[in-house]
């Protein structure tokens, strides 16, 4: 029988590891185990209380807000706040980034980015939904306040990166650029235990993920692909929460896909608190994280907070072979002056 090992014991195993290591990223990462812990609660028992349904605001993305989104955000907002190990934190649900001006925090090391509830149009409906972030170090003058360069970062810069599932268990899994790990929180002794070591993706896997219902609104290289997935057979599943939606191929191989619409023609997505810290775990899995115009993503340079991708993301040889079916199918767009 193994030792139970919480999430806190096992950070701070990790640190060892790191010999230069003072401190500040294993304070940052347990305090965003704590706000999980906090999210969790109200998440499990958003059915009984008064935060289901829609608060009526809107965020930058013109998304209608969630109640749990906007709970979900305060309490990440004020753990890393208190934590003193993060100068600044950038948040789908804010339209700019929130400096801590606080005197120990404004010299902190760190930058974080998230997405405090993703999927929650699942809410109401009792589907999972996750929490994504992402750990910067800060880039501008240690001695001010945070600025915009901080959270401009590409992917490959992350210091650390993980989400949490609140599902039919709620599942932390993080990476800081030594292999991917994952948690179960035992609510018995309210602990993140680890349960998912080293997790590596398999090479690929019977599952592609992606939303149907845009099939003739795809590229013709992405309907071509589609096709050859559901041609082997392969098993639909989406449930319109990326980090399920994706944690299910990190587990089982697959593939998942948000392509170009008409709609989202430079995809749906978030780069910097979705696209990149999901990137990072995967690569970290073995796994490969590209754009469908065939770009790493975490190569991407951000040029602004709420820039929006194209995701193809999972087990290798199937992001390979979508790669393979967009270089052999895909028409260049035609410009005035010609082929552009
Ligand atoms: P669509 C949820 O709103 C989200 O940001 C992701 O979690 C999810 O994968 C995607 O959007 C679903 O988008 O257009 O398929 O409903």
């Known amino acids: 029988m193994n ?25 940052l990462l347990r305090d965003i185990g704590v706000a999980a812990k906090i999210v969790n609660r109200e998440v499990n028992k958003a059915g009984l209380v ?60 760190y930058v974080v980015v998230f997405d405090p509830l993703d999927g929650s149009s699942n809410i109401d409906v009792n589907v999972s939904v996750g929490t994504i972030f992402g750990i910067y170090r800060r880039k501008s003058d240690s001695k001010g306040e ?14 650390a990166a993980g989400y949490v599932i609140y599902g039919t268990s709620t599942i932390l899994v993080y990476s800081t ?27 690929r896997g019977n599952y592609y993920s992606v939303n149907q219902g845009y099939y003739l609104k795809f590229d013709i290289e992405m309907r071509r692909y589609i096709d050859y997935c559901s041609d082997l057979n392969l098993r639909l599943r989406y449930i319109g929460s990326m980090v399920s939606d994706i944690h299910r191929i990190l587990l089982q191989g697959g593939i998942f896909l948000y392509p170009n619409t008409r709609k989202y023609p430079l995809g749906k997505l978030r780069l910097i608190y979705e696209c990149n810290p999901l990137g990072f775990i995967v690569e970290q ?28 993301i999972g087990s290798p040889a199937m992001v390979d072979e979508m790669k393979a079916f967009v270089e052999r199918y895909s028409v260049p767009s035609v410009t005035n002056n010609g082929v552009s």
Do not use: M, W
């Open 50 to 109: 008064n935060i289901l349904g829609v608060s009526g605001a809107e965020n930058k993305t013109g998304d209608t807000v969630q109640k749990l989104d906007i709970f979900a955000n305060d309490k990440l907002i004020d753990c890393l706040k208190n934590s003193g190990e993060c100068c600044g934190i950038a948040s789908e649900e804010n339209e700019t980034f929130i400096p801590i001006p606080s005197i120990e925090s404004k010299n902190a090391k």
């Open 285 to 312: 899995a073995g796994g490969k994280a590209i754009t469908c115009q065939l770009e790493r993503i975490l190569e991407l340079e951000p040029k602004e907070l709420h820039q929006r991708a194209t995701i193809a």
């Open 3 to 27: 030792r139970t090992v919480t999430l806190d014991e096992f950070i701070i195993q990790r640190q060892k590891d790191f010999p230069y290591a003072s401190g500040e990223l294993t304070g």
């Open 146 to 159: 945070c600025q915009l360069e901080d959270f401009l970062q590409k992917g490959t810069e992350l210091v």
């Open 177 to 203: 650029g030594r292999g991917v790990n994952g948690f179960t929180l035992d609510p018995s002794i309210g602990e993140f235990c680890l349960s998912h070591r080293d997790i590596k993706i398999p090479d």
